[in-house]
């Protein structure tokens, strides 16, 4: 799995680059920046799965004492790469869920990685046994849901219902098959390893319900677009609707 994400990392700066990607990035970090006003300032965070650091990159230049760790060389480097870039500081490790760094981290993110890993893995365990005593941790995936909507909208019914009925997805940027992550089934499953949910937000909600993707691409179009998602990301319903979901947990 790790080689698929080191041969797909050109595909995958494309896509940061894409409108649709500024706003994913940019309601998960609004909604981490409340977060972190919750928590106080000076935070240590831990990225698991962080990647070429996205989510975590917004954080270390608020100040945050940020570790990024990966099991993938070549996205640490681009995590280094964009860190200088915008004159941040980052820790990276070379690891995986399996073999987490020992510790305990005021946030911990762990967004779009579940998706990867066995159902019946105890990663909520592992990553809850990095919070400290009355900090949050962050998990992120793609809405079944929304994903089945997107595909109604894109492709038409008898391809939303075979989307439905089906346990897997395709991830097109990695060209790789990936589980579907029921968000509820992540909070009962956090519960049992002693995480309360304290937030859930949807991500890329107004976005896909607009499949003419040019008009996006107009700055005054765009900023209209990302006023709105900022406006619907933890309103119900709409939060269940969106191409991601987001699950804040505290211990």
């Not at 650091?53 to 060389?73: R, W, Y």
């Not at 993707?213 to 309103?235: G, I, M, Q, T």
């Amino acid at each position: 799995m790790t080689e698929i994400f080191s041969e797909n990392l050109a595909q995958w700066r494309a896509y940061t680059d894409s409108p649709w990607a500024r706003i994913r990035y940019a309601t998960v970090a609004d909604v981490l920046r409340r977060q972190c006003e919750v928590l106080g300032d000076r935070l240590r965070v831990l990225d698991v799965g962080g990647g070429d650091g996205m989510d975590a990159l917004p954080l270390a230049k608020a100040g945050h004492e940020v570790t990024i760790v990966d099991p993938s060389q070549a996205w640490l480097e681009e995590a280094e790469r964009r860190a200088d870039d915008e004159g941040a500081r980052v820790r990276t490790i070379l690891a995986g869920l399996d073999d987490l760094p020992e510790g305990e981290w005021n946030l911990v993110l762990c967004h779009f990685v579940l998706r990867y890993r066995p159902a019946e893995a105890a990663d909520l365990a592992a990553l809850a046994a990095r919070v400290r005593a009355g900090g949050r941790l962050s998990v992120i995936d793609v809405n079944p849901a929304g994903h089945v909507l997107r595909t109604l909208l894109n492709d038409g019914p008898p391809a939303a219902a075979t989307e439905l009925h089906a346990d897997r997805m395709a991830v097109q940027t990695f060209n790789t098959l990936v589980r579907k992550v029921d968000p509820d089934r992540i909070q009962t499953a956090a519960a049992a390893v002693g995480l309360t949910a304290v937030g859930r937000y949807g991500h890329r909600l107004a976005n896909d319900l607009l499949t003419d993707n040019s008009a996006k691409h107009d700055a005054a179009f765009f900023d209209e677009l990302l006023r709105l998602e900022l406006e619907l990301c933890d309103r119900e319903p709409f939060n269940r609707i969106g191409f991601a979901w987001q699950l804040i947990f505290a211990r």
